[in-house]
C-alpha cells in the first residue's frame, strides 16, 4: 500500500522534471539529503550510481516521521531575458505518513516565495535570486 503513495508522489517529481532538477529532502532528525534527477528520454534516472532511488525511497519511506519536506528545483530549457540562465521553478512539498499510507501536500508558491526569501534565523528579506519561478 505505501508503495502506491510513493509512486504518486515520484510520478510528482518526476513531471516537473524535463532535463534535470534537484530534489532535497529535509526532516528534523538528520541533514538534508540532496538526490539529483535528469532525464533521460522518457524516464528520469536518480542520482549518479545505482543505488541512489533506492536509497531516496528509503528517505521517503522510513524517514519521514511523522513528517518531512522536501523541495523541488527543476530547470527549464526557457532562457530568461534578463539574466540569460536557464529559468529554475521552485516546489516545495509537505510529506507525511498516515499509517501505512505516505501523504504529500503541495506548499503554495507564494509560501514558497516567503520560505526561499526570508533569513530564517532575522526573519529578514534575502536578497532575490534571479531566474526563479516559484511554483
Known sequence: MIQTSVKEFLNEL????????IATFLNNQEQPFVIDLRRKHNRVI?????????LFLNKLIFDTQPHASLI??????EIDELTNLPLKE?????IRRQGEELVFEKISPTMMF????TDAETGEPLPLE???RYC
Request: charged fraction near 15%.
Open 114 to 117: 516567503a520560505c526561499q526569501n
Open 72 to 77: 523541488l528545483r527543476s530547470f527549464t530549457p
Open 14 to 21: 518526476e513531471s516537473h522534471c524535463s532535463s534535470t532538477a
Open 46 to 54: 536518480y542520482g549518479y550510481q545505482k543505488g541512489h532511488k533506492e
Open 90 to 94: 521552485i516546489r516545495g512539498y509537505i
Open 130 to 132: 534571479q531566474s526563479v
